[in-house]
T-cell receptor, first 115, second 113 residues
């Protein structure tokens, strides 16, 4: 399977705990995005990487959130001191980043439930 | 502010008929538009896209129309099939910079046999 993969698919945690999610993009894609989706809404942009550089962060990304993409391959998204409002589906997407094509391909998502 | 809007939360269509899903946007900087389909417990799947230099793009049963002056796009599915039942998201982006996608709220399409 050469699509975008995410791990874990589901995470249940208690409020105040730290969680980390992983995303493996399509191998030749140099752009990687994180989005968050809550019930009844479309995905909302969180942050994006061009290779290993994090070039943009949404104001939705509070200081409890940190994302990395070491070596420009897989990426991790960590949430510290989780709150109930962090419960959502966290989606990762990747793209070639061409100036003429912007199809982003999404992974299956990680569903986070904070109790 | 909701820059991309899908005003119909749900749509029900009979199998074999045409499904038309609508989307409006407000930001004139958007110049690339995409439709995604989403099944429960899965990530969005890319369906079809259109750049602002075109007003129509077709791929099999799916056609997207763009009306830039009205800031409106639509997705036509014909003929509709039961497997098309899913949530459809419209997304917009600017080709420069991050190319981040701004999504609408989604429309749940149900195809009735």
């Amino acid at each position: 399977d050469t699509g975008v993969s995410q791990d874990p698919r589901h995470k249940i945690t208690k409020r105040g705990q730290n969680v980390t999610f992983r995303c493996d993009p399509i191998s030749e894609h140099n752009r990687l995005y994180w989005y968050r989706q809550t019930l009844g809404q479309g995905p909302e942009f969180l942050t994006y990487f061009q290779n290993e550089a994090q070039l943009e962060k949404s104001r939705l990304l509070s200081d409890r959130f940190s994302a990395e993409r070491p070596k420009g391959s897989f990426s991790t998204l960590e949430i510290q001191r989780t709150e109930q409002g962090d419960s959502a589906m966290y989606l990762c997407a990747s793209s070639l980043g061409s100036t003429s094509i912007n199809e982003q391909f999404f992974g299956p998502g990680t569903r986070l439930t904070v109790l | 502010d909701q820059q991309v809007k899908q005003n119909s939360p749900s749509l029900s269509v009979q199998e074999g008929r045409i499904s038309i899903l609508n989307c409006d946007y407000t930001n004139s900087m958007f110049d690339y538009f995409l439709w995604y389909k989403k099944y429960p417990a899965e990530g969005p799947t890319f369906l079809i896209s259109i750049s602002s230099i075109k007003d129509k793009n077709e791929d099999g049963r799916f056609t997207v129309f763009l009306n830039k002056s009205a800031k409106h796009l639509s997705l036509h599915i014909v003929p509709s099939q039961p497997g098309d039942s899913a949530v459809y998201f419209c997304a917009a982006s600017a080709m420069r910079g991050a190319q981040k996608l701004v999504f609408g709220q989604g429309t749940r399409l149900t195809i009735n046999p």
